[in-house]
């Protein structure tokens, strides 16, 4: 257990971010160092695993030496340490988790391996104070869909998810497919300001069939409509295409969003993760839940990418309540949320 105003040290690498923090208290940010790897991947279009493991293995020392030097304090002052254990991609997160168990060890301080969801849940406590439940969490990236309960403090009740690609991951493959940058959810955000999302009725996949989640039938409607346009020789307006595949996939998160949250009887809703920075998205939530009375609650978006912030909070809830992760313990690429046990 560690004392409330603990000052943090976390570490999140679960893809192709770089990131380290120190919060106090679980609450204030002192520093919020991002080194991101985007450059790197750019000319493949996504992220490649061993490149983001061997970049994540160069900058965790300068990263590390940047945040302890922006928040104004040095390595022994550091009360407790909190690194991503999982999900993610394997190499990337040993870095990290491998980076967070030596530094905790080599000083004697509580460790707390977070579940990388779990910090996108907590990033909202940054920004807007302690989450009482129950409400409901949306948590959108470039791995995850994901709709959770939170009916008590640290468990989570999966409710909906991807059953193929996350909505990250489909920004960034129409992105490459019309030959705009990586990482694409930006690119076409930017894109789809100078469109009409109504110019091309993309289908609004699983629409009114429960609250999970499939994006590749949308991707394929959307190449099959850029094929059959050029194959008939018609000019194509890019910003219309970007703007149209948006919308469907908006549309999509806000429908079981706002049912997610009538099912549980629930006014208020968290979302996080690197999606949850669309412009469109922000703007078409706020509307809808305003509209139904729900408090909407999504963090600036340097809290909504991934960021060693966001895993410091999550790490001081959890050792603060007394818990804490065994130094013996390896990274999971799979690791499961915290769930409530089975009534």
Known sequence: MIAPDALVLGIETSCDETAVAVVRGGREVLSNVIASQARLHSPFGGVVPEIAARAHEELMPQTIDQALQEAGVRIGDIDAVAATRGPGLVGALLVGFSAGKAIASSRGLPFAGVHHLEGHVMAAVLEFGDLEPPYVALIVSGGHTSLLAVREPGLYAPMGATLDDAAGEA????????????????????????????????????????????????????????????????????????????????????????????????????????????SRLRRRLEEEASARGIRLLVPGRRLCVDNGAMIAAAGHARLVAGESTPLDLSADPSLPLPAPSPA
């Open 171 to 278: 920004f960034d493959k129409i992105a490459r497919f019309l030959g705009l940058g990586f990482p694409g959810g930006p690119e076409i955000d930017r894109l789809s300001e100078q469109g009409d999302p109504a110019a091309i009725a993309f289908p609004r996949a699983m629409s009114g069939q429960g609250l999970d989640f499939s994006f590749s039938g949308l991707k394929t409607a959307v190449v099959r409509y850029v094929n059959r346009m050029e194959k008939e020789g018609v000019e194509i307006s890019l910003p219309d295409v970007a703007a149209s595949f948006q919308e469907a996939i908006v549309d999509v998160q806000i429908e079981k969003s706002l049912l997610a949250c009538e099912m549980e009887g629930v006014n208020t809703l968290v979302v996080g993760g690197g999606v949850a920075a669309n």
